[in-house]
């Protein structure tokens, strides 16, 4: 009961706040007594100059990160074929670790280390004569630091799931398998990837459940006015039409519009797995 109601509390008695999408909102007048607006926000944003400029940047980002999916899944399958377990260990762990920075001191190292000045990467510039990028300014590169740097950050954490599935394989499969003579890489291909896929497939579907739903705080920390053009996805717009220009009801047309095309292509590519490979989240 108390976590049925901490969930009514903070998650569906909130959900009332969405009319204000709908209205011209008044923090005077409260939610229940500001006019109705019907969906002229909606509107408003879908002709606005952003509107384009936002979703590119924000479905960019989104299928680069999702295009590395597969790397938790080979970081799983290399740790599962360590055989010291000492070394095994101290390895999983290390590539973890990394998860538990905060959002605010990896940006933070991101600025030091690609500064083309007094970074580490400018100075490896200089050794070769040679002047470096500015990386964090530049509207090419934005995605490709974003993305890489989550990389480095999470593939650890993310291999945890994929490491707990093939510890549930039988030792069986593998002793029979060497039996009849398989190698290292045939039980990997024969054993281990089938038995990850299901396991896969639903945290690819949940990957895509949220495909415009880019974070919020290390975009915002990464922006720029160097790289604002390609930096501005539609979590940072929200923030400073809502926070910054106090248009409550714009922002909140947005923020829905990002949910509803979130909705749906969780329910499109559920049932396009269930059709196709018999996983599916229901």
Do not use: C
């Amino acid at each position: 009961m108390p976590a049925v109601v901490l969930l009514l509390l903070f998650a569906y008695i909130p959900m009332y706040g969405i009319v204000i999408a709908f209205k011209d909102y008044s923090p005077a007048l409260g939610i229940g007594d500001s006019p109705w607006a019907g969906f002229k926000y909606f509107e408003k944003f879908f002709n606005s100059y952003q509107f384009s400029t936002t979703i590119k940047n924000t479905l960019v980002i989104s299928l680069y990160s999702i295009a590395t999916f597969p790397i938790p899944i080979m970081l799983a399958l290399m740790i599962n074929q360590m055989r010291e377990n000492r070394f095994k260990r101290f390895f999983q762990t290390v590539t973890y670790m990394p998860h538990f920075i905060s959002t605010v001191v990896m940006v933070g190292l991101m600025l030091i280390l690609l500064s083309p000045s007094t970074g580490l990467l400018g100075n490896i510039y200089r050794l070769f004569g040679a002047e470096a990028p500015n990386l964090m300014g530049s509207t090419s590169m934005f995605s490709s630091v974003y993305v890489w740097s989550d990389v480095w950050q999470h593939t650890g954490w993310d291999s945890i799931i994929f490491i707990a599935a093939l510890s549930a394989v039988s030792p069986s499969l593998y002793e029979a398998a060497t039996m009849d003579g398989a190698s290292r890489w045939q039980k990997i291909r024969y054993i281990d990837i089938p038995m990850l896929i299901p396991t896969a497939i639903i945290l690819l579907i949940l990957r895509v459940g949220s495909l415009l739903g880019v974070g919020f705080e290390k975009v915002y920390l990464m922006q720029n006015n160097l790289n604002i053009t390609s930096s501005e996805v539609i979590s940072t717009y929200v923030y400073k039409i809502g926070m910054l220009s106090s248009q409550y009801s714009f922002s909140s047309a947005i923020n829905l519009a990002n949910t509803i095309i979130n909705f749906i292509l969780l329910i499109m590519v559920n049932q396009i797995s269930k059709k196709y490979s018999k996983n599916s989240l229901w």
